[in-house]
């Protein structure tokens, strides 16, 4: 069974950094694409930054860009977001995802597991 399970998130300070760590198991797929995913209250599910397992591949929403780095330790079957320079509007919940179809990946395409949400919150 594919368990995803996201952690890392609390409160920080405008201008401050979290890392959230997503933790997989359950993984048999050669191939596979894990992306973080947020939603804001009243908002829709965005895309935050995804990596491809097969080359290493990273993207990122251009909300993000230049504060935000996905990383993957293979060994540990955990992906990290390392979130820097966090603003107000970053606040939401984050999720973090695997599409386990064959590539491309990207933020663009449908993930077939989820993980529990984990809570951000960025005071000013």
């Known amino acids: 069974e594919v368990q995803l399970q996201a952690s890392g998130g609390g409160l920080v300070q405008a201008g401050g950094s979290l890392r959230l760590s997503c933790a997989a198991s359950g993984f048999t797929f050669d191939d596979y694409g894990i992306g973080w995913f947020r939603q804001a209250p009243g908002k829709e599910r965005e895309g935050v930054s995804c990596i491809s397992s097969n080359d290493g591949s990273t993207y990122y929403a251009d909300s993000v860009k230049g504060r935000f780095t996905i990383s993957s330790d293979n060994a540990k079957n955990t992906v990290y977001l390392q979130m820097n320079s966090l603003k107000p509007e970053d606040t939401a919940v984050y999720y973090c995802?695997?599409?386990?179809?064959?590539?491309?990946?990207?933020?663009?395409?449908?993930?077939?597991?989820w993980g529990q949400g984990t809570l951000v919150t960025v005071s000013s």
């Open positions: 995802a695997a599409d386990v179809r064959p590539p491309p990946y990207g933020l663009g395409y449908e993930y077939d597991y």
